[in-house]
């Protein structure tokens, strides 16, 4: 059986769709629109049938049209996808993995694992992206991130996860405070001092939020800042206390007391639903599970 059409023209017909005239598929493609125009007409010959209505200044898709749009994207993705696949066979020695990693696993959590990861494959390039978990889901969910940390919770319930650690937040005082020398801290008496937080879109803050609104409390907010060193800089000088995940705390100065009750977060890897995964990105998601 001989097609009517080849995977070129499918995406020329798409072009002329998504840019909705023969002009503008012609200038993203860059090519002569008489060239787009007698694709179209080939197509539309070949088929028998009419795929576009042309109006004076614009043009629309006919019935028959519309019924091939699905159809020439998924065989278009499908054969880019195949591509991918193909040029990922090279044994990894090129490529680039987008990662985001919130602040505090980027800076306490993630280093030993992504040099352990370039060692292996050194031909790969790693661009690592540090933002707030929520905006690391919606940069994932977008396509802007092939794979990113998020809080394993309701809101990132759209994204494949596979789960990578369970921390527990605590509270963060100077090593003089009289919290300090406690087992454990209830959050009404966490809420009654001066705080050091992050910003909006942070889970950090989002955890102090939904703790607070749980607990009918209201934050004493001293000072807000997403830089981590700043913040433990200000705990440190007592002009308020914080609260990190524990490993975050590990310092001389600085002591890390569990709330009562203990608070936990599980954290997963995660990419955008029904996305394929790359032999890179796969080889990633493998190391990181494997040397959690």
Known sequence: ??????????????????????????????????????????????????????????????????????????????????????????????????????????????????????????????????????????????????????????????????????????????RDHPFAGRTSIPPAAFFAEPLVLFQDGYFHREFVDALARERGAEADVAFESNLIPLTKAIVRRGFGITTFLRRVVEEPELAAVSFDPPTWLDLSLAWAEGAYLSRAEQAFVDFVLANR
């Open 1 to 174: 059986m001989t097609l009517p059409f080849d995977l070129r023209t499918l995406e020329v017909f798409l072009a002329v769709v998504d840019r909705g005239g023969f002009s503008a598929a012609a200038r993203e493609r860059h090519v002569a629109q008489s060239a787009v125009s007698q694709t179209i007409a080939n197509l539309e010959r070949r088929l028998g049938l009419t795929l576009f209505q042309r109006h004076e200044r614009r043009i629309t898709l006919t019935p028959e049209g519309d019924a091939l749009v699905d159809h020439a994207r998924a065989l278009v993705e499908r054969a880019e996808a195949a591509h991918l696949a193909m040029r990922e066979l090279h044994d990894l020695v090129k490529g680039e993995l987008r990662i985001g990693i919130p602040s505090m696993l980027g800076s306490y959590y993630f280093p030993p694992l992504l040099m352990g990861f370039k060692s292996r494959y050194p031909g790969l390039r790693l661009t690592v992206v540090e933002a707030g978990a929520r905006r690391l889901q919606q940069m994932i969910a977008a396509g802007e991130l092939d794979l990113g940390v998020v809080i394993d919770d309701g809101a990132s319930r759209h994204l494949t996860r596979r789960h990578l650690v369970r921390e527990e937040m605590v509270v963060c005082v100077p």
